[in-house]
Each structure stands twice: as C-alpha cells, then as structure tokens.
C-alpha cells in the first residue's frame, strides 16, 4: 500500500488523505476570526489501521501551527483524543 497523501481543501472546509488516489478519510472544520472547529474525523472502514487518521491529524494541526492565526477547538474526539496522545500540539488548543 501507498503512502497516505494529505492535503487540504479548503473548499469544502476538510483535510483530507488519499491512499492510492482514492479518498481515505477527513477531517471536517468549521472557522471562526480566531478558532479552527474540528468537528469530525471519518476514515473509510477499508482504510482502517493504515495511520490515515494520524497523517490527517498531525497534517492538519501542523497546517494550523504553520499558519498561526488560529487555536483549536477539538470537538472530534478522535482529534481531541491524537492531541492528548501527543502533548506537543497542547499548545494549538483554545482555552
């Protein structure tokens, strides 16, 4: 199996990973001024246990960090659960 390919598409407010061109799974947000919102995290059930969930999570939050304008708000918990299984994206969370 492929790489996964993260991206994301801000066109339809997700970021998304393919496996073999084909859509893995995303992430769903909603923006507001300050906050990134991650509402929901869906991976394909045949992609399930190839770290397509991981890559969008890490990908995604290293997108935030990078552009640095908003803090987030993780009410999906499986970006909620990543971000306490890795503490060094912590500082990304609104309070």
């Known amino acids: 199996m492929a ?3 993260t991206s994301h598409n801000p066109a339809e407010h997700r970021y998304e990973a393919h496996l073999d061109g084909e859509l893995a799974g995303f992430a769903a ?3 507001t001024d300050r906050v990134i919102v991650f509402t929901h995290t869906e991976v394909e ?3 399930e246990g190839h770290g397509v969930g991981s890559a969008l999570a890490r990908f995604a939050l290293d997108d ?3 552009t640095g304008t ?3 708000l993780a009410l999906c918990p499986f ?5 306490e299984k890795h503490p060094e994206y912590e500082d990304l969370l609104h309070r």
């Open 29 to 31: 947000y909603d923006l």
């Open 45 to 47: 059930p045949k992609f």
């Open 64 to 66: 935030v960090r990078a």
């Open 3 to 5: 790489d996964v390919e």
């Open 70 to 72: 908003r803090r987030v």
């Open 79 to 83: 970006i909620k659960g990543w971000i």
